[in-house]
Each structure stands twice: as C-alpha cells, then as structure tokens.
C-alpha cells in the first residue's frame, strides 16, 4: 500500500515535470519577440517582459516538486553525512516534520487563500497592460500543494527507509 502510494505521487510529479519543462518553449518565443520588436522595429511592447516573469514564474514554481522528486534541492549534510544512515533517516524525518511540512503546508493554505480572493474578484496586475492575476495564483497554489504531496511521498520513503531491516 505505501509503496503504491509513493509511486503514484513521483509518477504524477514526475509527468508533471517533464510536461512543466515544455514552458521554455513559449519562454523562449515571448523573449525573441520582444527582442525583435524592441531591437529590429524600436517598438517594445507593453506585455512582452510581464509576460516572461509570469512563464518564468510558471515553469519554476512547477518545477519545485519536481525539483524535489529528483533530490535536486541544495542540501547542507556536512553534519549527518557522517552518521549511520538510519540516523540520517531519522534526521531527514524530523526535519520534514518539523520544517518542511509545517512551512509549505502553511504556504500552501496561504496561496490558495490568495488564489480564491484573485479569482472571485477578478484580479488584474497593477501593470499598463493588466492581465488577469487569478490564473497564475490558482498556478501557485497547485506548485505548492505538489510540493507537499512529493515532501510527503520522500518523506513516507525515508519512513520505509528506517523500518527496512537491510539499511545500516
């Protein structure tokens, strides 16, 4: 049962991600545009650099969970690298629990607060060019619900990780 659940969140982190990284591609056009327009015509436009941030925005908020599915966030160890591995584990637990749950948990909650108040009033960026706001918000709370659920899915593998007999 454990390992069907922690399977199922790094397969759907993991399809998330790579689907995530297919936002460089319209990153990437936004960006030339603007260059073209503001170089070859001298006519910038008003949304090409609010647009970037926002699919800047996009692709690295989505890319948390998955940043954390493949361990690829910086990890100080200079201290428990030198333990037994069960207490490494022991450690990684208590820090998930004491840290990483209660932080993003809360910023979870927080963004999709934040999310709900852009989206029934309609919330537009205090910009010239005003796009509606909600849609990124509803972005950032889903980037940190699956940073819950993958903190949750290592978290439960470290779980299996203590109870295992083999690890020393």
């Known amino acids: 049962?454990?390992?069907?659940?922690?399977?199922?969140?790094?397969?759907?982190?993991?399809?998330?991600?790579?689907?995530?990284?297919?936002?460089?591609?319209?990153?990437?056009?936004?960006?030339?545009?603007?260059?073209?327009?503001?170089?070859?015509?001298?006519?910038?436009?008003?949304?090409g650099f609010e647009a970037t941030a926002f699919v800047y925005g996009m692709h690295y908020m989505l890319g948390l969970s998955y940043m954390e599915h493949a361990q690829g966030h910086v990890r100080v160890d200079i201290v428990t690298s030198r333990l037994p591995v069960k207490v490494q584990v022991a450690v990684m637990i208590a820090g998930y629990l004491l840290i990483f749950m209660p932080v993003y948990g809360l910023m979870t909650w927080g963004a999709f607060k934040f999310a709900h108040t852009a989206t029934i009033t309609n919330e537009l960026n205090s910009t010239s060019w005003a796009p509606r706001i909600w849609p990124y918000k509803i972005v950032m709370a889903i980037s940190f619900l699956l940073l819950v659920v993958q903190g949750l899915a290592t978290m439960l593998k470290s779980v299996k990780t203590l109870t295992d007999k083999s690890a020393t």
């Open 1 to 47: 049962m454990l390992n069907t659940i922690i399977k199922g969140i790094d397969f759907l982190v993991e399809k998330q991600g790579q689907l995530t990284s297919f936002l460089i591609v319209p990153l990437l056009f936004i960006v030339l545009y603007e260059v073209l327009m503001r170089y070859a015509f001298n006519a910038p436009t008003v949304w």
